[in-house]
C-alpha cells in the first residue's frame, strides 16, 4: 500500500514481533477482577440455542465447489452432519462446516438430540438466479463535487439494462449510455454520460442532478445526493473540510502515502482535479467526498495578528489569531512537535511563557508558509496534540500531558477514555454466524463496549461513548466526540468477518489497527493483552488509516476482537465470559500504557 520509510520499517516490525507474540513488556498477570456479574449485568444478545441453519435460508443454488454451511443448535446434544459430527462448533452452540459440492442437488442432514433439518444446495454449471431491478441507484455526484469550465463532468448512476436514461442539468439534458449490454433485460447495469462544464463565471451550485428513467412505459426522477459545482475559467476553487479527520494524500491516488489529517473547518484552494481527488494549495490530494466547495470568498490566507498561551492541568494552549484555518501538516518524537502552517504570515516567535512542555519554539518562515519547532523541555513526554479552529480565523493547538496512575483503588482515576463501539443503527456491521437470527456486529460491539465502559469506570476512570445505544453515528461524529471530551485513549470496537461464502471456519484471532505513531506501542500491549484474556491468537498490529483512529491527540486504536464467522470465537464474543475478559484486556493495557 504504500513506500517502506523509516516509520514503515517500524510499523512493520511491530507487526511481526506481534505476530510472533514477543511484543509488549513483560506479562503483568491481569489484576483479579471478581466483579463478573457488575460489568455483564447488561449483556443481553440474542442467541440462538436451538438446531436451526442459518446459510443457507432455505434452498440454494451455486457454482462454487464448496459452500460454508452455518447455523445454531442445542449445545447440550451432539451435532452431526449426514452422520459426521460437526467440528467447527462454539460453546453457546453455533456451528459451521465446509463441505464439497458435486454437480446437482446436494443434501445435508443435520441432527441435534431430537432436531433433524434438511438443506439442499444445488451445484449447477452456469451463475445462480438472475436479480434484475426496475429502479435507479447510485447516481453521482454522491456527495457536493466541484468540475472546472471546459472539463468534462461524468454522470454515472445504476439502472435496469435496456432502460434509458438521462440526465437534467444546468437546464440541459444529457443522455446516458449502457456501459455493457447485458444478456438479461433488467439486470443492474452501469450507465454513463458526459457534460462539458459550462464557463457561467464564478463558481457556481448548480444543484442535484436529476436523473431521467424511462423503463417499461414508466418514467421516474431520481435527484443526485450531492450538488454539482461549476468552476469559471480563471475563478480559484475553495474548499473547506468537512469531517473532524480526513487523510491528505501525497499524491492523486489513496493507496499512496499519508501526507498529513486535514481538520474540520481548514479551508485552502484547489490547484487540481484528478479523478475523485483535489490537490490543495498546500500540495496535498483530499478524496472530494471530504471537501466542500465553497462560492462565497472565504479566506485562505491566514495573516496573524497575534500568539497567546494557556494551561491546565490536563494540557498546554497556543491559540495563533489570525484569519485563516490552513491544512497543516505535523509530527512529533521525542525531541519535538512540528507542525507547517502553509499559507501562514505574520509569526515572529511563539511565547512559550510557563510551559512545562517546551522549552522554545524554532520559528522559521517559508515560502508559503511558517515552520514551528516545538522543542520539548528535558524529561518531557507530549502525550498528543490536537489543532482546532474556532471558526473566526483562530487556530488553537492543544498540547496534552501524559495521564498519570493514580494511588490506590482507582488508578485511573483522572484518565479519561473513548469507547467507540462499531456500527448501528441501519448499519448492522457484519452478520454472524447466525445471519441476522443472532446477535450482528453491532449488537455485539455495543455489549461489549458497555462492559468496557463498567470496567474502566470500576478503576476510576472518565469514559466518553460514541453511542450507548442502537443509533447511526457518523465516523466523522465518532471522532468529533472523542476529540472534544480530549479523551487519553480513544478505542474502537468491532468484530471481523472473511469474505462473504469464504470457509469461515479459518480465519480467526484478534487485530489491532492504529494510525499515529504514539499508537503503535499500546496497538502492541492492547493485542498481547486480548490474547492472554481471551486465549484467542494474534494476528496483527497493524498500521492503517481506519478513519475513526485518525487522532494525534491520544494513543487511538482499532480492536477487531475475532470473526464472527468462526463458530469458537462467535459464541465467546457473545457469551458474558468473552465480553468480561475483553473488557479487562481493554483495562489492563491502559494500565500497562501508563506504567
Ligand atoms: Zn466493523
Not at 460453546?91 to 445435508?108: C, I, R, Y
Not at 442539468?169 to 450507465?191: C, I, M, N, S, W
Not at 472518565?462 to 450507548?468: F, G, L, N, P, Q
Request: hydrophobic share 40%; net charge negative; aromatic share 8%.
Amino acid at each position: 500500500m504504500h513506500k517502506q520509510t523509516s516509520k514503515g520499517w517500524r510499523r512493520k516490525t511491530a507487526a511481526l514481533l506481534a505476530a510472533a507474540g514477543l511484543f509488549a513488556c513483560v506479562p503483568v498477570p491481569a489484576a483479579a477482577y471478581d466483579d463478573f456479574e457488575t460489568v455483564t449485568a447488561q449483556v443481553d444478545l440474542p442467541l440462538l440455542q436451538e438446531l436451526a441453519v442459518t446459510r443457507p435460508e432455505g434452498k440454494a443454488s451455486t457454482s462454487a465447489a464448496n459452500y460454508y454451511l452455518t447455523g445454531s443448535s442445542n449445545p447440550e446434544e451432539e451435532l452431526t452432519l449426514n452422520g459426521e459430527p460437526v467440528s467447527g462448533r462454539g460453546a453457546l452452540g453455533s456451528w459451521g462446516a465446509w463441505v464439497a459440492l458435486s454437480p446437482g442437488e446436494n443434501t445435508f442432514t443435520l441432527r441435534n438430540g431430537a432436531a433433524e433439518e434438511t438443506v439442499s444446495i444445488l451445484k449447477s454449471a452456469g451463475a445462480g438466479e438472475v436479480e434484475t431491478t426496475t429502479v435507479l441507484t447510485s447516481q453521482t455526484p454522491l456527495y457536493d463535487v466541484a468540475a472546472l469550465a471546459g472539463e468534462k463532468a461524468v454522470f454515472r448512476c445504476v439502472a435496469p439494462a435496456g432502460a434509458q436514461v438521462s440526465v437534467q442539468v444546468d437546464g440541459e439534458t444529457v443522455p446516458l449510455r449502457q456501459k455493457v449490454a447485458a444478456a438479461v433485460e433488467g439486470v443492474p447495469a452501469v450507465f454513463t454520460g458526459e457534460w462539458t462544464v459550462p464557463d457561467g463565471g464564478g463558481v457556481r451550485s448548480l444543484g442535484p442532478v436529476e436523473y431521467t428513467l424511462r423503463y417499461r412505459g414508466e418514467t421516474s426522477v431520481y435527484p443526485s445526493e450531492g450538488a454539482l459545482y461549476a468552476v469559471g475559467s480563471g475563478e480559484t476553487l475553495l474548499v473547506q473540510m468537512k469531517d473532524t479527520s480526513s487523510t491528505v494524500f501525497r499524491e492523486s491516488s489513496t493507496s499512496s502515502n499519508f501526507m498529513a489529517t486535514a481538520k474540520a473547518g481548514a479551508v485552502d484552494y484547489v490547484q487540481a482535479i484528478e479523478g475523485n481527488m483535489y490537490q490543495l494549495g498546500m500540495g496535498g490530494w483530499v478524496l472530494q467526498q471530504n471537501a466542500q466547495p465553497l462560492t462565497e470568498a472565504a479566506g485562505y490566507q491566514n495573516r496573524v495578528s497575534d500568539v497567546w498561551f494557556e494551561s491546565d492541568e490536563k494540557a498546554e494552549r497556543f491559540i495563533f489569531n489570525g484569519t485563516g484555518q490552513p491544512v497543516f501538516t505535523a509530527y512529533q518524537d521525542a525531541e519535538r512537535l512540528h507542525i507547517f502552517f502553509p499559507h501562514t504570515s505574520g509569526i515572529d516567535a511563539v511565547p512559550t511563557g510557563s510551559s512545562r512542555l517546551f522549552d522554545s519554539v524554532r520559528v522559521s518562515r517559508q515560502e508559503d508558509g511558517v515552520s514551528l519547532d516545538f522543542m520539548l523541555s528535558e524529561g518531557q513526554t507530549l502525550w498528543g496534540y490536537v489543532v482546532e479552529y474556532d471558526g473566526e480565523g483562530s487556530t488553537i493547538l492543544t498540547c496534552k500531558f501524559p495521564p498519570r496512575r493514580a494511588k490506590g483503588s482507582q488508578p485511573l482515576a483522572g484518565v479519561t477514555v473513548a469507547i467507540d463501539p462499531g456500527h448501528g443503527g441501519e448499519d448492522s456491521g457484519a452478520l454472524g454466524i447466525t445471519a441476522t437470527r443472532g446477535a450482528t456486529e453491532k449488537q455485539i460491539t455495543l455489549a461489549t463496549a458497555l462492559a468496557v465502559e463498567k470496567r474502566l469506570q470500576s478503576l476510576g476512570a472518565s469514559v466518553v461513548m460514541t453511542r450507548r445505544d442502537d443509533s447511526a453515528v457518523s465516523l466523522s461524529e465518532r471522532q468529533r466526540i472523542a476529540e472534544q471530551a480530549k479523551a487519553d485513549f480513544f478505542i474502537a470496537l468491532h468484530a471481523n468477518a472473511p469474505a462473504a461464502g469464504s470457509n469461515g471456519l479459518k480465519p480467526n484471532g484478534v487485530e489491532v489497527y492504529y494510525y499515529e505513531d504514539i499508537s503503535a506501542s499500546f496497538a502492541g500491549t492492547l493485542l498481547e493483552r486480548m490474547v492472554s484474556e481471551t486465549g484467542r491468537s494474534a494476528r496483527w498490529a497493524r498500521y492503517s488509516n481506519f478513519k475513526v483512529t485518525l487522532n494525534s491527540y491520544a494513543p487511538s486504536v482499532l480492536l477487531e476482537m475475532g470473526f464472527l464467522q468462526n463458530p469458537a470465537e462467535y459464541d465467546d464474543m457473545c457469551s458474558r465470559r468473552g465480553i468480561f475478559r475483553t473488557a479487562n484486556a481493554v483495562a489492563d493495557s491502559i494500565l500497562a500504557a501508563l506504567d
